[in-house]
């Protein structure tokens, strides 16, 4: 079925630098992406979305990226900030309304 | 505008005993999710709603496991009998139902432990 791969499972940065995460799915029908930060004790809560119709969107400290063709987007935080500390997934659509989630990656942000 | 709610926020219980989860989806929204999430990973969808037509339970275990969401607003999700492996945080989710790829905006879970 389809899939939704996210790398890496952990990652630890210095709290300035910058964190990626990456992930690859297989739908080719696949046109919405969002990503979610859950933090302990609550349920995911969006922090941005790219659409298949752009490469590239950017919030503030939070980038995206989308590659369609290699079908692989990533998150770029910059500048970062202890705050940001959570687990981080993200999300391909699959068919009208259903979504596939990645693993997810726990960022440790240090002070 | 309040989130998607629900309740109970922790539930324990002993196995072969029944449960059930409450979910008020976003005033509006037309699509009610169900998700499961084991510890260390993603959500898993158990079940979908358009208004109060299940369109999409196929990774509902049926046997013990049952959903419903009689008015097309509130969801009840119920577990009979629990099993040890069903320790889980339960999920509710929900988004506009107007148009194909919507966000889906998540209520804070239900931790379910069964012993």
């Known amino acids: 079925g389809e899939n939704v791969e996210q790398h890496p499972s952990t990652l630890s940065v210095q709290e300035g630098d910058s964190a990626v995460i990456k992930c690859t799915y297989s739908?080719?029908?696949?046109?919405?992406f969002p990503w979610y930060k859950q933090e302990l004790g609550k349920g995911p809560q969006l922090i941005i979305d790219i659409r298949s119709n752009v490469g590239e969107k950017k919030d503030q400290r939070i980038a995206v990226t989308l590659n369609k063709t290699a079908k692989h987007f990533s998150l770029h935080i910059t500048e970062t900030q202890p705050e940001d500390s959570a687990v981080y997934f993200c999300?391909?659509?699959?068919?009208?309304?259903?979504?596939?989630f990645g693993a997810g990656t726990r960022l440790t942000v240090k002070p | 505008e309040a989130g998607v709610v629900q309740s109970p926020r922790y539930k324990i219980i002993e196995k072969k005993q029944p449960v059930a989860f409450w979910c008020n989806p976003i005033?509006?929204?037309?699509?009610l999710y169900w998700y499961l999430q084991n510890l260390g990973q993603g959500p898993e969808l158990l079940i979908r709603?358009?208004?109060?037509?299940?369109?999409?339970d196929s990774q509902l275990p049926k046997d013990r496991f049952s959903a419903e969401r009689l008015k097309g607003v509130d969801s009840t999700l119920k577990i009979q009998p629990a099993e040890l492996g069903d320790s889980a945080v339960y999920l509710c989710?929900?988004?506009?139902?107007?148009?194909?790829?919507?966000?889906?905006?998540f209520g804070p879970g239900t931790r379910l432990l069964v012993l």
């Open positions: 739908d080719s029908a696949s046109n919405y």
């Open positions: 989710a929900s988004s506009p139902g107007h148009w194909k790829e919507e966000t889906q905006y």
């Open positions: 005033s509006g929204h037309n699509t």
């Open positions: 999300a391909a659509s699959i068919g009208n309304n259903d979504m596939r």
């Open positions: 709603y358009e208004n109060e037509e299940a369109v999409d």
